[in-house]
């Protein structure tokens, strides 16, 4: 053979359109798809048909073969579109596929050397074809409407059994409900005149269980009432008790804050005492030291020259004035430590002599005493300034004497 008829006997267009021919030949219409179905699936198996016969006749030595490929391409469109119908039975896909064989159609019919309806062949062929799909489609219906006929008599008839079924069942239901109808009344009668006569049996029961309980709930309010008032006397008396220890408590704590505030007092006392005392030493030596040094260095006897020590007087007032100031302030702590110390004792010793007294009387002693120690003025420490100015005053005389 030729090239060229190698080329146009091998090409894979002939087992795409006999893989299409045959799946048109073997598949089965759809139930769902409308009736005009048939004529599309009838048409779609004539075209093939016919084109697989135009093919067959062609020449090797003058058809080209990208002829077989410009055929192949709607051949597979066709093949897909058709796949899809009979798949979900949707008109528009078996539209489509005969959209894809006008596709071939238009393809052969641009070739001025293929013979259309010229050839027998092909046209009986495409006819027979037809009337084929025609007749496979007449056949399928037909099947598929044995099918439903038997089974709407397979269904009519088990429907007939079921009705009959029914129809014994529910002359069975009326019977057995007569029956219960009338067993019904005979025990609601029962049933109401034994529950007439258990209400007042048990209402009788219960009056006289409300009686006696009545009865106890009284005794036991009188007894848990005394219990009660029993209680709350021994708790009047605990917090009593109580109140008593508390105050002693009370009182022996402020006591010690007292104790404490005296003793920080009487150490500040005896530090400022201590001061002044040193400060007061100091002022006397400087008059009267170097008049002592000299004397121990003549070794004779000696008198004090009060116009030689007068120029040293000035250091000593120097001296002498914070020392007066730290005697005053000794003494004001030392009156704030007796002021404590008395604070102490009053606190330390009132609760057993208040504890013998009556009421009345006790409250107006605390009173005082409260007056007495939470006042805000006390006993102040006594005012030196006069004691400093006649001081003051005689060592001014005295210098004026000894002056010359």
């Known amino acids: 053979m030729s090239r060229w008829t190698d080329a146009l006997m091998g090409h894979a267009f002939h087992k795409q359109l006999e893989e299409s021919q045959r799946y048109l030949a073997e598949a089965t219409y759809p139930v769902n798809a409308p009736d005009q179905g048939h004529d599309e699936v009838a048409r779609l198996r004539k075209v093939l048909a016919f084109v697989d016969a135009s093919v067959r006749g062609l020449d090797p030595d003058i058809v080209s073969p990208n002829l077989l490929g410009n055929l192949q391409g709607p051949v597979q469109n066709l093949q897909s579109e058709a796949v899809n119908f009979f798949s979900n039975g949707n008109i528009g896909h078996i539209a489509n596929a005969n959209a894809q064989a006008d596709n071939l159609i238009n393809v052969l019919a641009s070739q001025a050397y293929v013979p259309f309806g010229a050839e027998g062949t092909a046209a009986q062929e495409a006819a027979t074809a037809y009337q084929a799909s025609l007749e496979k489609s007449a056949a399928d219906a037909r099947a598929e409407l044995d099918r439903m006929l038997r089974g709407a008599k397979d269904d009519f008839a088990e429907f007939k059994r079921a009705e009959k079924s029914t129809a ?43 009686q006696g309980y009545d009865s106890k709930l009284d005794d036991a309010f009188v007894s848990y009432a005394t219990k009660a008032g029993i209680a709350t006397q021994a708790i009047d008396n605990l917090q009593l008790q109580a109140g008593k220890v508390l105050g002693s408590v009370i009182d022996t704590s402020q006591a010690g804050a007292y104790a404490t505030y005296a003793t920080e007092e009487k150490r500040s006392a005896n530090l400022y005492r201590r001061f002044a005392i040193s400060l007061m030493t100091l002022a006397a030596l400087v008059l009267f030291v170097p008049e002592i040094v000299q004397a121990a260095h003549s070794g004779l006897p000696y008198s004090i020259d009060w116009q030689k020590a007068l120029p040293r007087l000035p250091f000593s007032l120097v001296l002498f004035a914070p020392a007066l100031y730290l ?26 002599y208040l504890a013998l007294l009556p009421e009345s009387k006790a409250d107006d002693i605390k009173a005082e005493v409260a007056k007495s120690i939470f006042s805000e003025g006390g006993p102040a420490a006594d005012d030196k300034t006069s004691d400093t100015s006649n001081l003051l005053a005689q060592l001014a005389n005295l210098v004026a004497k000894l002056k010359p």
Do not use: C, V
């Not at 069975?172 to 029956?179: A, C, N, Q, S, Y």
């Not at 049996?201 to 006289?208: P, S, Y």
């Not at 005697?327 to 057993?352: D, F, K, V, Y």
């Open 327 to 352: 005697a005053r302030e000794s003494s004001r702590h030392r009156t704030n430590e007796i002021t404590n110390r008395r604070r102490q004792h009053i606190l330390t010793t009132i609760g057993p």
């Open 168 to 210: 014994e069942r529910i002359e069975r239901m009326e019977k057995r409900l007569t029956d219960m109808d009338a067993q019904m009344s005979a025990q609601l009668n029962g049933y109401n005149t034994a529950f007439q006569t258990s209400e007042n049996a048990r209402g009788e029961r219960f009056e006289k269980w409300m």
